[in-house]
Each structure stands twice: as C-alpha cells, then as structure tokens.
C-alpha cells in the first residue's frame, strides 16, 4: 500500500499507546548537569512516608525535600501515581529473594520473613493502593519460580504456591501494622498496655461464658507478646501445608 495510503490510528481518534515509567526510565532523557535520579526520589519520598504517612507525599513536598524546584520531579514521574509506584519498586528492593541454588522452602521461608520486616519497616506498604508491575516487584516471582521449577509442579501450581505464602505473610504482617497503628493511637505501647486498656469488656465478655476457649486461650497463653513466633510458627504451618498437598 502507498505510504499515502497508509492508515492513520489517531485519524479514528485512537490514543497513542502509553509508554510505562519504567521503559522511560530505560532511556531517560540526558540531563548532565543534574543530581536528581529515579533512585533520589524514591528514596526521599519513601522517608517521608516512613516518617509521616502516605498522605504526607505530595509533589510539592518532595521538591522541598530534595531542595530542587517545583517542577523537577517531573522529568522523571508524571504524577502522584508513577511516584508510588517508584516508590513500591524502590522499597520491594529491600526483598533481595535469596540466591540461587537455595531449597524452595528456605527461599519461601526468606521472603516471607522479609515481606514481614518491609511491612514493618515501611508501613503506609499496606495502604498503598498501586496496581502495576515494576522491576523489583516481578524479580520476587521469578525468583519463586525459578526455585519450584525443578520439582514437577506445573505452573499454575507454582504461581498457587507463590501466591499462598505471599497472600499469609502480608496479611499476618498487615494485621500487624493494623495493631501497632490502633494502639499508638490510644498511647499504648506494649501488650500489657493493649490488655489494660481492654481490660473493660475482656472482663465482661469473658464472665457471660459464651467463649469458653478464648477464656482457657486468654489465661494460658505465654507467646501473647511474641509476634515473631506468632508469624514464624503460622508460616511452618502454610510451608508443611504446601509441602504435604504437593509432594514437595
């Protein structure tokens, strides 16, 4: 056909295909004078986050805090949300999945433990609301895969299994940010603080008779204050689990 003749996509009104962030961070436009990187950025928004929350990270603000001008940052993120999602690949950076050659288990075990640590390090992680594939995000999987690869699962099977370990580590960790969040809300900073102050209707609950386990729970209990045991022994469970219904 002609080249005169050729079609016109945008004729029909048909958008031009949007370039991801990180296919423009592969070749970003030269700047040789500037000190400002996709790693600064990230960095410095994940700090304050860190520090203040998720709401606390606006544009404006991170140009504040890396001392440049309004607009700089916009060479880089076109908005708020390719700044989360700079941000969620920076901090899935702290991962690091185990090298090769490592068991399955010992690799699942890892990255749940340091799903943990992250969540806990980084906990506005848990509200973040991004939807999108980034380099340090796809590196987990592949990791996981790479280890299940060899055993004879197919690869729905092997997703299953990434999928289950991952989906028990963040909620346990979620759940645990959740608490620690309600309770410097109140003031309280130990368990014995949390009992304390619940102490009003744990007391009336537990005298009408009805949670008769929860009470025997309540009053034997010796790991009420140990978070670690709590996720570490629930995450042997998922990984005897997963070892059992798959022959592993």
């Known amino acids: 056909m002609p080249a005169d003749q050729q079609p016109d996509s945008r004729a029909k009104g048909e958008e031009k295909p949007l370039t991801s962030l990180w ?17 600064r950025i990230a960095a410095v928004a994940v700090g304050v986050a860190d520090a203040e929350g998720l709401d606390a990270v606006t544009m404006r603000r991170l140009a504040t805090e890396l ?23 920076f901090v899935y950076g702290e991962l690091a999945p185990a090298g090769t050659g490592a068991d399955w288990r010992e690799v699942m075990r890892t990255l749940a433990l340091r799903t943990r ?10 509200q973040a609301s991004v939807l999108a594939l ?4 796809l590196a987990v999987p592949e990791r996981v895969l790479t280890a299940l690869d060899d055993l004879g699962l197919d690869a729905d099977r092997m997703m299953a299994v990434f999928r289950t370990v991952t989906a028990y580590a963040k909620g346990a960790a979620e759940a645990e940010v959740d608490l620690l969040r309600e309770m410097r809300k109140r003031g309280w900073t130990s368990g ?11 007391t009336w609950l537990m005298s009408t008779g009805r949670y008769p386990a929860f009470h025997r729970y309540a009053l034997n209990a010796t790991r009420k204050d140990d978070p670690q045991w709590q996720f570490e022994t629930g995450l042997d469970c998922v990984l005897d689990g997963i070892a059992a219904r798959m022959g592993i």
């Open 23 to 39: 296919e423009r961070l592969e070749r970003p436009a030269p700047a040789p004078r500037s000190t400002l990187t996709p790693e």
């Open 67 to 89: 001392g440049v001008a309004p607009m700089a940052a916009y060479r880089y993120v076109s908005g708020k949300d390719e700044l989360l999602e700079l941000m969620v690949d």
């Open 117 to 126: 640590a992250l969540l806990l390090d980084h906990p506005w992680m848990a």
């Open 134 to 137: 980034t380099p340090n995000q």
């Open 192 to 202: 014995h603080d949390t009992r304390t102050g619940l102490a009003p209707q744990m």
